[in-house]
């Protein structure tokens, strides 16, 4: 498929030119400091041209390919471009990255539905792995916490200034984030209708303590990861990244996700009543 071949390739080209950029990354100049950095861009391309090799034999529709080529040149935008260079310096931008990852990369590899054409290329040894997320993807409320043990832990200042000190830590608080933001995202917008409530109430839960964090960034009197009072300022402008837009994503699906269950209940309730004359 030329189109995913030339989507693989701008891959290539687009790592190559943030390369250096991501080799200054975390103040270590190159050296075993950063192998979780090159890990990382190797892994992000091995599952691009996977999927772009796999859609050859096991050709996506037009819209699960858009949002899967769309995911990996968000998650390229995040994780290997200048922002994560301005992240080092900034707790808001360090926020924008986070929320790209939570809710515009992990949702759009769910709509994408990346596993035929990865199960094409990789063959059923996926299959193990991906059947153990799937039963736990029927647990809205359980990905949910998940998620939020993820988010809290990593905004904690023992650990986000360590992300900020480690290569290693940095890398380990970004797959949190994603592999747990897919999961919860699988959890919620493919329950069908049946499972719409649960869906409902686990973006509601998610919605209060993002609120929650994102208030504590920013009413907070003392910067928390800084002890420049300079800090402030963009600390309470992360939270607030994280409490408006952040949550508005979050409030809009769980009111999708309430009206499908409102409309499971109007269907149930209309199969009933044409079924009683019947009686």
């Known amino acids: 498929m030329r189109c995913d071949a030339g989507w693989a390739r701008s891959a290539v080209r687009a790592l190559l030119f943030a390369w250096p ?3 200054w990354a ?41 949002a899967l080529h769309s995911a990996m040149l968000m998650a390229g935008i995040a994780l290997f471009g200048p922002l994560d260079e301005w992240s080092e310096r900034s707790v808001a931008w360090h926020m924008v990255q986070h929320m790209l990852l939570m809710v515009v990369v992990a949702p759009l590899l769910v709509l994408a539905r990346p596993l035929p054409q990865w199960r094409a290329v990789l063959g059923a040894r996926v299959d193990t792995v991906w059947r153990t997320l799937h039963r736990l993807s029927r647990r809205p409320m359980i990905c949910a916490l998940l998620h939020a043990v993820a988010i809290w832990f990593w905004h904690l200042p023992g650990p986000y200034i360590a992300a900020l000190a480690s290569p290693l830590w940095h890398v380990t608080e970004h797959a949190c984030f994603l592999l747990s933001g897919w999961l919860f995202w699988w959890s919620v917008l493919r329950p069908g209708r049946a499972g719409a409530l649960a869906a409902a109430a686990a973006l509601l839960f998610t919605v209060m303590h993002t609120g929650l964090l994102g208030a504590l960034l920013s009413f907070s009197k003392e910067p928390l990861y800084s002890v420049a009072q300079s800090a402030l300022a963009d600390q309470q402008m992360a939270g607030l990244l994280m409490w408006v837009p952040g949550g508005l994503v979050y409030l809009l699906v769980a009111v999708w996700a309430g009206s499908r269950w409102l409309g499971s209940l109007e269907a149930t309730s209309l199969r009933g009543a044409q079924a009683s004359p019947r009686r």
């Open 21 to 23: 950029v991501t080799g």
């Open 26 to 66: 975390h103040g270590v100049q190159g050296g075993i400091g950063q192998a979780p950095v090159w890990f990382t861009q190797a892994l992000f391309l091995f599952a691009w041209l996977v999927y772009a090799v796999g859609a050859v034999r096991q050709r996506p529709r037009f819209g699960p390919r858009l």
